[in-house]
């Protein structure tokens, strides 16, 4: 497996990372603790040494099952959490948590992080979302306090607009951002990606298959299971699936071309965009996880992505990414 720097942090991980939410959380109900810890485990076998969660998957049972698969293997990988979610409650749907940043509260949650994860240092720790009751300047502060103590490696954010990028970065050097994009989702092209390049910080694309979308598995008549968050999504309702599907039949007609999944596809056009992107496709099948990791070592020329480019911005893709109360906790 190759391996990628994000940024100028100096952050070391391999070119593809893997997404441990969906393991526990997100999309219907949890699957196999101990298969998902073999799988985990195959991962690192194959090459793979960035591992995502965070505190709200569960809430803590996937921080749990990450540092349970992990322990005998920590030497060896790169672990990303993340805070920002108050979890006390009871209602634990993606973006249903109220947010909560305050410096207290982050330290209290990096505690637990420790703890669950199984370890004595977080290597990637991440504001899940922007809390605008607390100024990013504190929070950036706590975290290099943290980094100070020993106790964290590298400061992140999630979904983050340029300007509170701007402002975290001056108090504490931001290694990564965590954010949506994909052949179906380009808003960070605008403005994000431009910043990211000037500040030398690196791309962490979740969802980099569009929630699954990408890969042709997702029909116009799949139903989704009412615990699983796509079927909230705008973009995946019946109706906006028949239109999307002609950018899945492209992308599958690409990938006939050059002999790979439609998935490989995906994953190989973001790889290309930029050397310090790295993809972090979340799968609860050994068989995908194989054929993520494939996605490394497909090369497109630049003719193809050229192709690929062109066809692709012809497809308008219908509707939002998110529910509208998600939606407002992106790009603050």
């Known amino acids: 497996m190759k391996t990628r720097k994000l940024g100028k942090s100096g952050l070391e991980v391999s070119a593809m990372g893997l997404g441990c939410m969906g393991m526990s959380f997100g999309y219907g ?33 996937n921080e749990e099952l ?14 990303a959490t993340k805070f920002g979610f108050d979890v006390s409650g009871s209602d634990h ?19 637990g992080s420790l703890k669950r994860l199984k370890t004595d240092v977080i290597d990637l720790l991440y504001q899940h979302r922007v809390d605008t009751s607390v100024p990013i300047e504190d929070v950036a502060g706590t975290v290099k306090e943290l980094i100070r103590q020993g106790k ?3 400061f992140g954010l999630s979904e983050a607009g340029v300007q509170t990028i701007r402002r975290a970065h001056k108090v504490q050097p931001v290694a990564a951002l965590q954010s ?16 990211l390049e000037e500040l030398g910080i690196g791309l962490v694309p979740f969802s980099p298959l569009g929630k699954g979308f990408l890969t042709g598995v997702i029909k116009s008549d ?3 299971d009412s615990g699983d968050f796509r079927s909230r999504v705008p973009r995946l309702s ?23 999944t439609p998935a490989q596809v995906a994953l190989a056009w973001l790889l290309a965009q930029k050397p310090w992107i790295v993809p972090i496709p ?19 020329t630049q003719e193809e992505l050229r192709e690929l480019e062109n066809a692709t911005s012809q497809i308008k893709v219908q509707g939002a990414r998110y529910p509208e109360e998600l939606q407002k906790l992106v790009g603050r």
């Open 29 to 61: 109900p949890p699957a196999d603790k101990q298969e998902m810890i073999a799988m985990i485990r195959s991962a690192v076998e194959s090459g793979i040494t960035f591992f995502d969660t965070a505190e709200v998957y569960g809430p803590f049972t």
């Open 66 to 79: 990450v540092g349970e698969a992990l322990a005998p293997v920590r030497n060896r990988v790169v672990i």
């Open 93 to 111: 749907r993606p973006g249903a948590a109220p947010l909560n940043s305050r410096p207290e509260h982050i330290k209290q949650a990096v505690e």
């Open 152 to 154: 964290v490696k590298h």
């Open 180 to 195: 949506e994009y994909s052949l179906w989702w380009r808003e960070p092209e605008a403005e994000v990606i431009p910043t």
């Open 222 to 224: 799949t139903k989704f």
């Open 238 to 260: 019946l109706e906006n699936r028949k239109t999307n599907q002609a950018l899945v039949e492209l992308i599958g007609e690409f990938a006939e071309q050059k002999k790979a």
């Open 282 to 300: 979340g799968t609860t099948k050994p068989h995908r996880l194989l054929e993520n990791a494939g996605a490394v070592s497909l090369e497109l």
